[in-house]
């Protein structure tokens, strides 16, 4: 008869073995392929550990086509006191052993034991804290990994972390269950062919990121948005360069900053759409911008709550024949010859960096209906 043989690291291997096969034979035989010697070996039938090694596979109720799922029971003495953190935990995958068996050994790639006694759990968790804590580097390995649980560590709160990690290692159970349940289906139930498809998107998925990681690491990062130096009225602003918006606009704190505010007309109020809604209070139609030493003229339309103090787009970019040269990060203003870099990531604050990333409150695209080049008709 032909059995499927699967562990918790995802070996799957098939085996052509005669139903008279003694348990202990069959262990023997599965730890040239697994690699478990077979006093450490568990394997489970259904749900349920096969215990008599004297008995052959179809006493044991061991059928044509069944999955047998492997499992390792390590010594006190051979287990690992702490968990490999170089893994991802999001993925943690742990043993499908019902809670009446008298054994429950964890896999060989879970990180905490499988006892289910929450008393074990916090031990566990702890035990990861103070690795967490001692090696720094193993940290940046589970933020990249696992943000929730890194987050629930950073936040120095014990019972959140420790409730994070225990709802991570039910999920994954949960998700160990259903997949061997998947393996002993019907395979031409409709229901198992959906658990194979999203299976098979999953790893595709899962494959795509291992890729990207390896190949396309950068993809990961995060990128420092285009920020240059100037002045407007004397005052000094951080200007956010955007070919993607239609005007340039400006917040109501920095136009009240820089003194244009009495400049505004607002005849030409309205709403900006784009991601979010935001409230046109008008229009400075004439305005300087100091960019080194050269002057350029622009028109301001100025948001209630914009987050950012100045943000320039398509038209002043193309009156002054702008070129974006991220090669050697500047701005080149065609119309004057004058060449200012941007800023690196140093030079901004912390609350630029963060909103330089959209959000709902980006205005900077104004669709239809929120065109502030046209006065308010109310």
Known sequence: MKLTVTTLTDIIITLDISPDMELENFKALCECEVGFPPQEMVITHEGQPLVDNKKDLKALGV?????????????PASQH????????????????????????????SAIASTSGTSNSRQQQAERLRQELITNPDRLLILKQNNPSLAEAFLSENKELFNQVLSQQLNEKAERERKRIQMLNANPFDPVYQKLIAEEIRQDNVDNNMEAAIEHNPEGFGQVTMLYINCRVNGEPVRAFIDSGAQTTIMSQACAERCGIMRLVDKRWSGVAKGVGVQKILGRVHLGLIQINDVFLQSSFSILEDQIMDMLLGLDMLKRHQCCIDLKRNVLVIGSSGTITPFLSESELSQNIVSQSEPTEHDFSRFGPGGNPNQPSKN
């Open 63 to 75: 059928k044509d086509g069944d999955v047998l799922l492997i499992q390792q029971l390590k010594t």
């Open 81 to 108: 006191p702490l968990p490999d953190l170089g893994i991802d935990f999001s993925a943690i995958k742990l043993p499908n052993t019902p809670t009446s068996s008298p054994v429950t050994p964890p896999g060989t």
